[in-house]
């Protein structure tokens, strides 16, 4: 049995295996034309919404369609590894994985279209797949964060399907971890400053439409601003991935998400995955620092600069909630405590290190007095920063985000097949 077949009764069962096989056929045609249209009505609605759009394709897919996958990418679409064909890699062993992405990436070069990151199929990888993406310098969008966005009696009505996927992605919760990019370390033969791994948010656009059956653009369009409502307020990432199959039940639903996060002030960013990568090694080499009575900040200027009730010698805008924000990367401030938090000496290297790429100036010290906020104990991310931000205390910040943007979005999807015979192909593990 294929891993295309096995994927589909393992997760779907049999009979919902052999429905969805109906559906594949009215989304795929015997020629490009079809999925062709797809895609130039999907991007002409990014266009007009001054956006564009990151999609993962399958080396053999981009092999049989180069000329059309050129033609988007002129369209200012980037491309990411979506392995050699739609298989589990996390199911193959170091060298296999290493072949299979070397292939990839030759087929890609054959066709000349860049690359520079990486999304496995079935939304799937391992510490294998990390490293030698990591020795690539390739990001990895394959990691998934689940909001609690959808009705419960539309989960309720499908739940087994639905579950059944969800168990597969083995996604995070938002209500436990951060919708944000991460880095990890490098392996020593890397010079790309780390693996930048970038979240892609659930649900997504297949365990919407095909698992709990919402095909209503409006419906689909609630449960997206749930989560960029949620990202907006957190100030967090939205990776939605939507795939091009899809854009004729979903094209309203793109376009009001799109005029919804053009609305927002402060900004929401919006970002291909690359950006993304880009701008998260920038930021990771940014660097706050209180020196006597003086925060310095070292980091390009596109950075966001925030301060919260800090008595200072510069001009301030408004922002978001309290904070406010400085185009200065040098001010005096003039209050009782220091605009940094203050950490017990029991507190863990991985609590400091997770403040700190939080943009914040720490301190390791038993003198809490010198400090507003000040932490005796580690904390999870998501509650640490909820006390954060319920505190009065002043306190200075580089913000996840450039330009002043609040929260960041990014739209993508996968390209598995262009036609019917892709599909089928892709069904044989070819």
């Known amino acids: 049995m294929s891993q295309a077949i096995k994927h589909a009764v393992v997760t779907r069962g049999i009979g919902n295996a052999f429905r969805r096989m109906n559906s594949i056929i009215g989304r795929y045609g015997l020629t490009e034309g079809k999925m062709k249209s797809k895609?130039?009505?999907?991007?002409?609605?990014?266009?007009?919404?001054?956006?564009?759009?990151?999609?993962?394709?399958?080396?053999v897919t981009l092999k049989r369609h180069c000329r059309l996958i050129r033609s988007i990418q002129g369209k200012g679409i980037e491309f990411a590894i979506h392995g050699n064909v739609h298989r589990d890699i996390s199911a193959l062993n170091r060298q296999g994985q290493e072949k299979h992405l070397n292939e990839a990436m030759n087929r890609f070069n054959a066709c000349n279209i860049n690359f520079y990151g990486f999304r496995g199929p079935y939304l799937r990888y391992n510490r294998d797949t990390?490293?030698?993406?990591?020795?690539?310098?390739?990001?990895?969008?394959?990691?998934?964060?689940l909001w609690n966005v959808?009705?419960?009696?539309?989960?309720?009505?499908?739940?087994?399907?639905?579950?059944?996927?969800?168990?597969?992605?083995?996604?995070?919760?938002?209500?436990?971890?951060?919708?944000?990019?991460?880095?990890?370390?490098?392996?020593?033969?890397?010079?790309?400053g780390g693996l930048v791994s970038i979240p892609v948010s659930l649900p997504?656009?297949?365990?919407?439409?095909?698992?709990?059956?919402?095909?209503?653009?409006?419906?689909?369009?609630?449960?997206?601003?749930?989560?960029?409502?949620?990202?907006?307020?957190?100030?967090?990432?939205?990776?939605?991935?939507?795939?091009?199959?899809?854009?004729?039940?979903?094209?309203?639903?793109?376009?009001?998400?799109?005029?919804?996060?053009?609305?927002?002030n402060p900004p929401v960013a919006t970002f291909k995955l690359k950006e993304i990568a880009d701008w998260w090694r920038d930021r990771h080499r940014f660097?706050?620092?209180?020196?006597?009575?003086?925060?310095?900040?070292?980091?390009?200027?596109?950075?966001?600069?925030?301060?919260?009730?800090?008595?200072?010698?510069?001009?301030l805008r408004e922002w978001f909630g309290a904070w406010e924000r400085s185009d200065a990367h040098r001010l005096a401030f003039n209050n009782?405590?220091?605009?940094?938090?203050?950490?017990?000496?029991?507190?863990?290297?991985?609590?400091?290190?997770?403040?700190?790429?939080?943009?914040?100036?720490?301190?390791?010290?038993?003198?809490?007095?010198?400090?507003?906020m000040y932490f005796e104990e580690d904390m999870d991310a998501v509650n640490a920063l909820k006390a954060i931000e319920s505190s009065t205390a002043p306190l200075a910040r580089i913000w996840r985000w450039p330009h002043g943007a609040r929260s960041a979005f990014c739209i993508s999807g996968d390209i598995d097949s262009i036609t019917i015979w892709d599909y089928i192909l892709r069904i044989f593990g070819r």
């Open 39 to 59: 895609l130039h009505r999907y991007c002409t609605i990014l266009k007009r919404n001054n956006c564009t759009a990151t999609f993962s394709i399958t080396a």
């Open 130 to 145: 990390e490293n030698i993406l990591s020795r690539h310098g390739l990001y990895n969008s394959t990691s998934t964060i």
């Open 150 to 192: 959808v009705p419960k009696i539309d989960i309720e009505r499908n739940n087994e399907s639905y579950e059944k996927l969800v168990n597969l992605y083995k996604p995070l919760n938002s209500g436990k971890c951060l919708s944000v990019p991460t880095i990890k370390p490098t392996i020593k033969d890397n010079n790309s």
């Open 204 to 264: 997504d656009d297949e365990l919407l439409i095909d698992r709990l059956n919402i095909i209503d653009s409006d419906n689909i369009y609630r449960i997206w601003q749930g989560i960029l409502n949620k990202t907006y307020e957190r100030g967090e990432l939205f990776v939605l991935q939507l795939h091009p199959e899809r854009i004729e039940l979903c094209a309203g639903a793109l376009e009001q998400i799109l005029r919804e996060s053009a609305s927002k």
């Open 287 to 315: 660097e706050i620092r209180i020196e006597g009575s003086h925060i310095n900040i070292d980091a390009s200027r596109n950075a966001t600069i925030i301060l919260r009730n800090v008595k200072t010698d510069v001009t």
């Open 336 to 372: 009782r405590t220091f605009p940094a938090i203050g950490v017990s000496p029991g507190v863990s290297e991985d609590f400091i290190k997770f403040l700190r790429g939080e943009g914040f100036f720490i301190d390791e010290t038993a003198n809490r007095e010198k400090y507003g």
